[in-house]
């Protein structure tokens, strides 16, 4: 009987052993995650957001934010959000406090796109996995890049501006001069009016760079070029906060209606703008599908399942990016109601709000009319 107790403890003891031996194996067996945290805890996988803008009021980036941190949470991971107006370095240590904590894939819409590099470098050796949003951070390698194809937004300028003014005086509005888009979208812009501007038919009033996206600094450069002359025809506004300034500035001078102007983001009050006869033309980006896809590849990044890109692209980094890319969409007073407000992007009763007729109504009329 003393021998049979004396086994199972011996038992007892070895199965102890083992159950502390293979705990600590499972915990050491995580890497990037602290040691500490509970066995539901390792399994979450943690995605740091930085964000970095001129301002906080853009109406894009709100949709953006909340989009992601949703989709992400759907798939199960948790979404620490750091958010800044304060321009680079301010980003730079949203960045740096991320580093510390334990997040398992970095996400960075930055502000700056060329002074980024040093502290992506340092994500980099960390073994920190980078995803460039919407703006594609240069010089260094990134893990990837999600955007919308800005070369084609500014085709889509060009084209509708050629469409409704093919001959005429265009002024030129660029963006932020640190957003690498600006100058992808400049470039598609000139794609479209270069034949024009060869053969003379479109002359340039004027090109403006700004130094950040910001209306005030728009409101100021445009209006300069307004005193010194208001023939101008066609006005191709980065986005849709410069496009406002621009028809802010027009319809002090009684000429709101008469320029052509184009924008982008759909922003509610551009899109009145289109249906109300203001702003020609506003390109729609579906942030819907960009922000959930970016929350699926960032999740994906962190769990080893990198997804396969549409191409790649280079960031003068020495390294091919891989480039996960959805398309615009131009948005005319005619399919406004088959692209914003189908996608349920702005509802109908907000985008029409500001006109005598809401498509509804007219609907209505005319099939009593019948």
Known sequence: M??????????LTVTTILTVVLATLVFTGCPGKDRSRTDTEVTTTTIGFSVATDTFIIERWNKDIKIFTSAARELGADVIMQMSAGGTQAQIEQIRYLFDQNIDVLVVLPHDTDMLAGVVRTANERRIPVVSYDRLIQGVPVTAYISFDNVEVGRLFGQALTAAVPEGRYLIVNGSVRDNNSYLVNQGLYEILQPYLDRGAITLVDEIWLEAWSSDEATTRIGEVLNRTEDIDAISAANDQIANAAIQLLAERRMAGEVAVVGQDADLMSTQRVVE????????????KMATRAAQVAVGIARGEMPPPDRYVDNGSGEKIPFFMEMPQAVFTWNVDDTIIRDGFHSAEDVYRTTTEHPETSADDSSGQN
Request: proline residues 5%; without cysteine; charged residues 20%.
């Open 277 to 288: 006869g203001l702003q020609l033309m506003t390109v729609y980006k579906p942030i819907q």
């Open 2 to 11: 003393r021998n049979d107790k004396m086994i199972t403890t011996l038992l």
